[in-house]
């Protein structure tokens, strides 16, 4: 469970926890962007995910990691349409599992 008063996941600092999900959640976009996910940024209801989305975004050695958002949804754009033909798209090819 996400502490309430402070930014990061666990408390004031960045921490392991935070590593672990930044990436992901800076993924969100492509979901958006391909798949019509709604935008968990603009709900109020996860106004604490913002913040943290804020205070880890903000973190230097998190801003020397991070991908522009246009070179994600670039890259996955074969994934997303069903065009990748590495080893992991074809394992995961969406008409294996309809």
């Keep these: ?3 309430e008063a402070n930014g990061f996941f666990l408390g004031d600092h960045f921490s392991i926890a935070d590593l672990a999900l930044a990436p992901w959640w800076q993924r969100l976009p492509i979901l958006m962007h391909y798949r019509n996910l709604h935008d968990l940024n603009k709900d109020p ?7 943290w989305w ?7 050695s998190f801003q020397k990691t991070m991908a522009p958002i246009s070179n994600l ?5 074969e994934y ?3 065009s990748a033909t590495s080893t992991v798209a074809k394992t995961f090819a969406p008409q294996k599992y309809l």
Aim: hydrophobic share 45%.
């Design 1 to 3: 469970q996400m502490l």
């Design 54 to 60: 804020a205070a880890v975004s903000s973190d230097p």
């Design 73 to 77: 949804i670039h890259n996955y754009r």
């Design 80 to 82: 997303a349409n069903g």
């Design 45 to 51: 209801a996860f106004a604490r995910l913002h913040s």
